[in-house]
Each structure stands twice: as structure tokens, then as C-alpha cells.
């Protein structure tokens, strides 16, 4: 059976359709109260994007966890980790399965949303530790927490969904961001590839990764700080805020939610101006 979900947001109605096995007994206020038990890790939602994913999760029940360094994001467990440093990733890892395993849950997602721009400027230029925990956070982590959740949903019977957070910035060069521009590429191809591999599974994990578009964040204010010579695009940022062209991050957080509802094949790389 499949039943029509209606999840209201200030950026009007968007409508997705439930695979239900009768697990879904009340629908109000765009939340939905399920029977079914629902595990969902989001990076970094102490902020911007993933705080906005945090406050508009479309179940009422869902376990929440934070995975970032300052935390405070209401109704969510926090696990403190600063995602740049290597030793930081076992944790998370841990985290996966140690709540799959208490909680035998019979939907899991995770967001892989934490991501950096610092340290903005030319590669021969900036500050040889900051690029390094740039490409740590932004291409490493991405990979090694995604490997790390497949690893704990396997074999599991349960729904399943990983949901990366990529940018326009994986196709387009943006000077003065090569790191950031690299490590979103990386996410789409990893994303392709793992695809492949888990159309082989049975039921296997839906992976995608998603740019959700200029958001009205503090990233974006770091970019709009920026001068022209290091950051040229940054002209075109200061532009866009001045038009009121920035998303406001909680219309595209409630867009990412409705992905887990659509006909989406894993492996698929999409921009949320690609959802209707
Ligand atoms: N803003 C845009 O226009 C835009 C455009 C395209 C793509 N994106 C992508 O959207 C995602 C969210 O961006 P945003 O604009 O919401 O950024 P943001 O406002 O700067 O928030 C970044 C989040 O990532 C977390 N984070 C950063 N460094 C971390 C670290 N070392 N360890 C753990 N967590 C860390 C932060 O948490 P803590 O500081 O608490 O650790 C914060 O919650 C990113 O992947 C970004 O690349 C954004």
C-alpha cells in the first residue's frame, strides 16, 4: 500500500508518496507519528543547513542525533566530534552501530551535511593545516562515515537511506575553493559508485547526494566576506543576498526530507532546483 504525504512548509505544499505497510496511523501538522521505529544522524545540525533539516524532520518520533562540535540542537542526542580530525570518525562509527544494534530500528537515515569553506583563498596560498583539515572534513570524512554507515546497515532488513550534502560547486570551478570544489566532486562520484554497488543488495542502502543551492547561512556570509582578487564568485554571492536570492534553509531542508519519498534510483546526484 501506498498512501500520499502532504508535509506543509512557507515554501508551499511539496507532496511525496510513502512506501506504507500500515506502519503510518496519523498525519498533522506536516509531521507524521509513525509505529515505525526511526534512527536519523545528521552532520552538523548545531547550524545553518543541518539545523534546519533537525527542526523540519518529518516524523514525530524520529531518534535524532547531532553529530558536530557545538551541539544544541533541540530534541537531539549530541555526539561532540570535530569530523576534521581523523580520530574523531571511529566514534561515529561506534554510534551507527552500536544504536542500529539497541534500537533494531526499521528506518535508518543519515545526513552527511557538516562541511567547510575555510580557509578561503588561492591553494598556494593559504594556511597549510586549515587546507589540511579542509580536505579532511569535505573528501575524508565523507567517504569514511559513509563507508562506516553502509557498514552498519548491512545485511539489515530495514529502510534505508544516505543522503550527502554536495554543491554546485562539484561542476563548477570556483576560484579560491579548490579543496571545497574537490571534496564535493569527490561525494558525487563516491555517491555514483557506491550506487552501483548497492543496487546489488537486497534491500541495500539508497545513497544520493544533493546540492541544496545558495542557502542563506553563516558559510555564505564567510564567502560574502571575501575580496574579489582571492574569491572571485564572491561577487556574484553579494549580489544574489542583495536580490534576497538566497534560499532560506528550511524550504530546502523540507525538500531534501521529501527525497526519501520519491522514485529516486541510488547512486543518483541531484540539485534540489531539479525537484518539482
Ligand atoms: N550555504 C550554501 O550556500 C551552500 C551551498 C551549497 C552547498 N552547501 C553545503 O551545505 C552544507 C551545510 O552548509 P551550511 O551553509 O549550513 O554551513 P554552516 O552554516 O557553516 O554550518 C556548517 C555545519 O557543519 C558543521 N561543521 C563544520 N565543521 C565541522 C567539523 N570540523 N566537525 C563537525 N561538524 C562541523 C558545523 O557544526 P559545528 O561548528 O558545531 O561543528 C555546522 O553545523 C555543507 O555541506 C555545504 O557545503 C551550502
Not at 539545523?51 to 558536530?68: C, G, K, Q, R, Y
Request: negative net charge; proline residues 5%.
Amino acid at each position: 500500500m501506498r498512501r500520499r504525504l502532504l508535509v506543509q512548509g512557507d515554501g508551499g505544499a511539496l507532496q511525496g508518496v510513502l512506501h506504507d505497510a500500515g506502519f503510518w496511523p496519523a498525519l498533522g501538522d506536516g509531521k507524521v507519528t509513525s509505529l515505525r521505529r526511526i534512527l536519523i544522524w545528521i552532520s552538523g545540525a548545531s547550524a545553518g543547513l543541518g539545523a534546519a533539516l533537525a527542526a523540519t524532520i518529518p516524523f514525530e518520533n524520529a531518534e535524532l542525533v547531532d553529530l558536530s562540535r557545538r551541539g544544541g540542537t533541540p530534541g537531539a542526542h549530541h555526539v561532540a566530534v570535530d569530523l576534521a580530525d581523523p580520530e574523531s570518525w571511529p566514534v561515529v562509527e561506534n554510534d551507527f552501530q552500536q544504536r542500529i544494534e539497541t534500537s533494531d530500528p526499521d528506518l535508518v537515515v543519515f545526513i552527511h551535511n557538516a562541511g567547510t569553506l575555510t580557509p578561503l583563498g588561492s591553494a598556494d596560498r593559504v594556511d597549510t593545516a586549515e587546507y589540511t583539515r579542509n580536505v579532511l572534513l569535505n573528501s575524508a570524512s565523507a567517504q569514511v562515515l559513509g563507508h562506516s554507515f553502509l557498514r552498519a546497515v548491512a545485511g539489515r532488513e530495514c529502510e534505508q537511506h544516505l543522503i550527502m550534502i554536495s554543491s554546485g560547486a562539484a561542476i563548477r570551478p570556483h576560484e579560491g575553493e579548490a579543496s571545497y570544489c574537490a571534496g564535493k566532486a569527490g561525494i558525487d562520484q563516491w555517491v555514483r559508485t557506491v550506487g552501483l554497488e548497492q543496487r546489488r543488495r537486497s534491500p541495500g542502502c539508497r545513497v544520493i547526494s544533493v546540492s541544496p543551492g545558495a542557502l542563506d547561512t553563516d558559510m555564505q556570509a564567510e564567502l560574502r566576506a571575501c575580496s574579489p582578487d582571492e574569491v572571485p564568485e564572491s561577487t556574484r554571492f553579494r549580489e544574489m543576498e542583495a536580490l534576497g536570492r538566497l534560499s532560506k534553509p528550511e524550504n530546502v531542508a523540507r525538500i531534501i526530507w521529501s527525497l526519501l519519498d520519491r522514485d529516486l534510483e541510488t547512486g543518483s546526484v541531484l540539485h534540489v532546483h531539479d525537484v518539482t
